[in-house]
């Protein structure tokens, strides 16, 4: 794994982002309970082995994506009528894209990335 990095993103309207499966996607509202709930598909394989559980291959499933990371943090904060997320991870932005995209589809925009 690598050092830790802290990604700010931006959500434009949280109310309407969702992932593409319904099964696997945000369901929340509130800022606090997407941090949630991205910080817990970051902290344990819980969302991704769903993931893999319904592609038609599961065993060729690419296992750089499975990594977690028991120690990352996410908070999340309205701002300006977006949601602000802010994840510090030593997963690679790789990772973190899968999980967004699972959770809440192509609904966020990545501003920055900084050494922690």
Same mark, same amino acid.
């Given at each position: 794994?690598?050092?830790?990095?802290?990604?700010?993103?931006?959500?434009?309207?949280?109310?309407?982002?969702?992932?593409?499966?319904?099964?696997?996607?945000?369901?929340?509202?509130?800022?606090?309970?997407?941090?949630? $709930?991205?910080?817990?598909?970051?902290?344990?394989?819980?969302?991704?082995?769903?993931?893999? $559980?319904?592609?038609?291959?599961?065993?060729?499933?690419?296992?750089?994506?499975?990594?977690?990371?028991?120690?990352?943090?996410?908070?999340?904060?309205?701002?300006?009528?977006?949601?602000?997320?802010?994840?510090?991870?030593?997963?690679?932005?790789?990772?973190?894209?899968?999980?967004?995209?699972?959770?809440?589809?192509?609904?966020?925009?990545?501003?920055?990335?900084?050494?922690?």
């Amino acid at each position: 794994m690598t050092q830790a990095q802290r990604f700010y993103i931006t959500i434009a309207n949280l109310a309407h982002a969702r992932g593409p499966d319904p099964d696997l996607a945000f369901q929340g509202s509130s800022p606090q309970s997407f941090a949630s $709930a991205l910080q817990e598909a970051l902290r344990q394989p819980i969302l991704f082995q769903r993931w893999k $559980a319904k592609q038609p291959d599961p065993d060729e499933v690419d296992q750089s994506l499975a990594p977690v990371d028991p120690a990352a943090t996410v908070t999340a904060e309205v701002k300006d009528l977006h949601t602000d997320v802010q994840v510090v991870t030593n997963l690679t932005h790789f990772v973190l894209r899968h999980r967004l995209f699972m959770l809440i589809g192509p609904n966020w925009q990545l501003h920055d990335v900084a050494a922690t």
